[in-house]
């Protein structure tokens, strides 16, 4: 069974850094692809990173591209994903969720099986 969890967020100053992990446990194929989406109130949730265990290939938006970095600690039964998040703006700020996938080729979160609880990211200008 796959299960994950978020945790990192917090509340930051425009300019600050802050870095997410989402630990994913329990390999099955379901859960090749990981991903980290953020919701605004009132906004669609949105793919901002993700990583493939097999060959660490990644995605970045264009919206966090230069600012956001994703990574992989990739062992045996147990994943840990990463979110740097540097040079933070106001339009960040939102609930921070990973979820697993088996593949993605849109980065949409139909996409994605597994889910984790979300984290709170906010962001003062």
């Known amino acids: 069974q796959v299960q994950v969890a978020e945790s990192g967020g917090g509340s930051v100053q425009a300019g600050g850094s802050l870095r997410l992990s989402c630990v994913v446990t329990?390999?099955?194929?379901?859960?090749?692809?990981i991903a980290w989406f953020r919701q605004a109130p009132g906004k669609e949730r949105e793919a901002v990173a993700g990583?493939?265990?097999?060959?660490?290939?990644?995605?970045?938006a264009d919206s966090v591209k230069g600012r956001f970095t994703i990574s992989l600690d990739n062992q045996r039964n147990t994943n840990t994903v990463y979110l740097q998040m540097d040079s933070l703006k106001a339009e960040d700020s939102g609930m921070y969720y990973c979820a697993a996938g088996p593949l993605s080729r849109q980065w949409l979160p139909g996409e994605f099986v597994h889910w984790g609880q979300g984290t709170q990211v906010t962001v003062s200008s």
């Open positions: 329990g390999y099955t194929p379901s859960s090749n692809c």
């Open positions: 990583i493939y265990r097999g060959n660490f290939g990644t995605y970045i």
